[in-house]
């Protein structure tokens, strides 16, 4: 479907996921379906009975496993070959450095809900000089229960995300990112108002929102696709 060109760029990039929970574990799995044969994952949790209704890696057989464990077991019966680097560790300022030098990551999937983790990976990678997005954040899922709601866009023009609010805010504040509505920051977002009044702290999860798979694969399948895209229309780097 991709065509031969296209298809061999996917098994020559290195794609990251930071949150390998309700979203990024159905972009991990896409991701490797479609053709990426390397890949890392990052996420200090283990999997919890909570977490079944909405995570495709969570199973009873897996409670108490490491999620980039689970992921990488899960990857590697989709893809025996497939290339896994782990990271079972909370992205943030401390280690982004680390993490985002270990290996050469083509593009980067934001899935956590961490505040804090999407600014320290947007202000190393998206510097408002450049014009290659090599990274993507995703927004809330939590309290949002239609899935048609979910678009692709500028992180500038996003809505009714509390939780990109105050990312943006952030990186304007604090990182001189442009106060426009083009800030060359990808992101998913849902135009949908959540069904509940968010806390006021810098980690915003799921908890205490409720959740549906429906809208949590959405999310991870829309990040996936947007990677995939953004990775054949461009000269492969590293």
């Not at 995570?55 to 590697?76: F, I, S, W």
């Not at 782990?86 to 083509?106: M, P, Q, R, T, Y």
């Amino acid at each position: 479907m991709l065509g031969e060109i296209n298809a061999s760029k996917l098994t020559s990039v290195r794609v990251g996921v930071i949150g390998v929970g309700g979203v990024g574990s159905w972009s991990a799995n896409a991701l490797v379906r479609s053709g990426v044969n390397k890949i890392t994952l990052v996420d200090p949790d283990i999997i919890v009975e909570s977490n079944i209704n909405r995570q495709c890696h969570a199973d009873y057989d897996n409670l108490g496993k490491p999620k980039v464990v689970a992921m990488e077991e899960m990857l590697r019966r989709i893809n025996p070959g497939v290339e896994v680097t782990g990271f079972d560790e909370e992205f943030c300022e401390a280690n982004a450095k680390k993490i985002l030098d270990s290996s050469s990551v083509n593009y980067w999937i934001d899935a956590c809900d961490s505040v804090k983790a999407k600014v320290s990976l947007a202000s190393n990678l998206g510097k408002a000089s450049s014009n290659q997005r090599n990274f993507l954040l995703c927004g809330a899922a939590g309290g949002k229960i239609n899935p048609h709601k979910f678009i692709c866009t500028d992180l500038g023009n996003a809505k009714n995300d509390a939780l990109l609010s105050k990312v943006r805010y952030t990186l304007r504040r604090h990182h001189e990112f442009p106060r426009s509505s083009v800030m060359k920051v990808s992101c998913i977002t849902s135009t949908e108002l959540s069904k509940k009044a968010i806390a006021e702290n810098s980690r915003i999860s799921c908890s205490g929102y409720g959740s549906i798979v429906t809208v949590t694969a959405t999310v991870g399948l829309l990040a996936a696709s947007e990677a995939i895209t953004q990775l054949i229309n461009r000269e492969l780097v590293g």
